[in-house]
């Protein structure tokens, strides 16, 4: 299981971006898909989950109605779209799956793949 996440960068508060995470090394359809993030000095927390089919979603709090999580089983990607950005929505996005159907709690992705990170800094 391989996942690569990108799409990171620097953006002014108010903006938008959009990571991708690219999977491979397993059926798609199988696996649960989340995006996570660790701010410095801070504890890893659940962002946004979609389920194996693509037809559920879930979201943290602090992210519904500005972040958006969507698949594309045909391309084996996940996608995050973040806008209306924070200073607060600062930090290192990770993606990660686990091969349980439906939305997964956050804690499940513990015992799944996870790919490296990509930083996302919003400037105010």
């Known amino acids: 299981v391989q996942l690569q996440a990108s799409g990171g960068g620097l953006v002014q508060a108010g903006g938008s971006l959009r990571l991708s995470c690219a999977a491979s090394g397993f059926t798609f359809d199988d696996y649960a898909i989340g995006w996570f993030r660790q701010a410095p000095g801070k504890e890893r927390e659940g962002v946004a989950e979609?389920?194996?089919?693509?037809?559920?979603?879930y979201y943290a709090d602090s992210v519904k109605d500005r972040f958006t999580i969507s698949s594309i089983s045909a391309e084996n990607t996940v996608y995050l779209q973040m806008k209306s950005l924070k200073p607060e929505d600062t930090a290192v996005y990770y993606c990660?799956?686990?091969?349980?159907?439906?939305?997964?709690?956050?804690?499940?992705?513990?015992?799944?793949?996870w790919g490296q990170g990509t930083l996302v800094t919003v400037s105010s």
């Open positions: 990660a799956a686990v091969p349980l159907i439906g939305i997964p709690g956050w804690a499940a992705f513990k015992f799944g793949s």
């Open positions: 979609i389920s194996n089919t693509g037809g559920s979603t």
